[in-house]
């Protein structure tokens, strides 16, 4: 055998042995790249790869390249706890990743992070006490083995390869382009055309504003209509301290307590006094767009404030562009798409050239992976969330489902400090396996939705609700959603209230 036959047989083994960490994590998004940093601090012994099927870092931020892209929350929630936001609240895609980006290179995060990889399957065997992962990479089309003790889940809720469009009735006679937000066409020429978004969430309060200025007109065609918050830019409240020289770091974890006091309001008003926190966003919205604007018919939402995310419409974006004509917004139901536009059940017409589908996500329990737990496929929708992050007979195990209402981020940083807590917890038993158990007395628990209906009754979660885990009706298989009662309860979680079964 020559040198090269030598080489390229230890580069094929390489490439097909198995590979083994303690930790694993699916996801380099905002949630695994937190899950690295807890892993780093709290558990340095451990080591652990981050693998993600794209090719770059930042998940949502990197999948989403429609015009004007930005978070809808503030970066000193949405950012972390622990590395303080020096920009404006709201930021875009482009800052977002800067800041990630700057924390793989201060943490040294890159090593621990193998692009390309998409977990197909993942196995549990009882007896070698492990996740067996198949890996497919992008480069060389192959697959690869991996093995871990522990597999933590940060592959967020949505399928990152495409997003959800309704089979609207005659799509394919339309002449126009048809694009989804998630997997918007860098080249798309938009500037002098006729532009329908439909949709009016939180993607089409963003997108609309961020091209009307170059659109011949552009539409918001909505079912019905949504609660938008108009914020302004600025946090004063920043800005002042910033004069001041404080040191980042306390700017930030004011900024953030500030944030929180005001959110806690907002959403105790949602459930107190629904009818007055109404006529706020509704006053704003009328001083925006004049007292002759209907906004009883475009603006006023048939369910209480907050059942689903309020979209945040920065220093009123959306209705300037309305106000000032180069947007409109119309309530109506599509009957069908037609060669030149879309024809509405009320017999008007939009003419365009281009219809943007701001109709949401494919909601994904876990990444579309296999799961396998000694040889028998795991159906997550009959599972019971253990504090919404770990679930029943599933070993060493956990998931990342971040708030809907706060920031995701606030829950990925407590999901992280309970995983490393629980790690520690393990090592110090000479554990090697949790897996969570109902206790007898848990048996005749009722089964509710992971996320209540009544409590957030988001579209993309309502359509998929059926392949999400359950929850159950006490602690700790509840998943309240609910910031300030998880802030309580997760820190302090009793670890061995046999709930948790270790081997
Ligand atoms: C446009 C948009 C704006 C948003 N704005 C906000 C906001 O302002 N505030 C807020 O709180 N939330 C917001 N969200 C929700 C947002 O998704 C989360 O807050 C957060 O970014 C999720 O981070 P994550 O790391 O958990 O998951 P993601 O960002 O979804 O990242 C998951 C990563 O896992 C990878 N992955 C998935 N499956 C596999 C697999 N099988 N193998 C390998 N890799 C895999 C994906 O490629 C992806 O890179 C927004 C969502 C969208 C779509």
Known sequence: MDIADTVESTQLSRATATQHFDVLIVGAGISGIDAAYHLQKNCPGKSFVMLDTQKEFGGTWRTHKFPGIRSDSDLFTFGYKWKPWSGVPIATAEEILKYLGDIIEERGLAQHIRYGHTVKTASWSSKDQRWTLEVETSDKKETQHFTCNFLWMCQGYYRHSEGYTPDFPGMDRFKGSIVHPQTWPEDLDYAGK?????????????????????????????????????????????SWLRKLHLPQKW????????????????????????????????????????????????????????????????????????????????????????????????????QADIIVTATGFNLCVMGDIAFV???????????????????????????????????????????????????????????????????????????????????????????????????????????????????????????????????
Request: overall charge positive; proline content about 5%.
């Open 194 to 238: 006729r532009v329908v978004v439909i949709g009016s969430g939180a993607t089409a309060a963003t997108l609309i504003p961020a091209m009307a200025e170059d659109t011949a007109h552009i539409t918001m065609l909505q079912r019905s209509p949504t609660y938008f918050f108009a914020k302004p830019k600025e946090d004063k409240l920043v």
């Open 251 to 350: 700017v930030h974890a004011i900024a953030r307590q500030n944030v929180l006091f005001q959110q806690k309001v907002v959403t105790r008003r949602s459930f107190e006094e629904p009818e007055k926190l109404k006529n706020l966003l509704l006053g704003a919205a009328r001083q925006y767009l004049g007292d002759d604007f209907d906004i009883e018919t475009h603006f006023t939402p048939g369910y209480r404030p907050w059942r689903q995310r309020l979209a945040v419409i920065p220093d009123g974006d959306l209705y300037k562009a309305i106000r000032a004509g180069k947007a409109s917004v119309v309530t109506d139901h599509i009957e069908t798409f037609t060669k030149d536009g879309i024809l509405l059940k009320s017999g008007k017409t939009l």
């Open 373 to 503: 737990v000694d040889g028998r496929q795991v159906d997550f929708a009959e599972r019971w969330g253990h504090r919404g992050i770990m679930f029943s007979g599933v070993p060493n195990m956990a998931w990342v489902f971040g708030y809907l209402r706060t920031s995701w981020t606030m829950r990925a940083d407590m999901v992280s400090a309970f995983v490393c807590k629980l790690l520690n917890h393990m090592q110090d038993k000479g554990a090697s396996v949790v897996i969570p158990q109902l206790r007898e007395k848990d048996k005749d628990m009722q089964p509710r939705p992971f996320v209540e209906a009544e409590n957030f009754n988001a579209g993309y979660l309502m359509r998929n609700m059926h392949i999400m885990p359950k929850q159950g009706d006490r602690e700790p298989w509840i998943f309240s959603q609910d910031y300030y009662q998880e802030k309580r309860t997760i820190p302090n979680a009793d670890l061995e209230d046999g709930t948790l079964i270790y081997q």
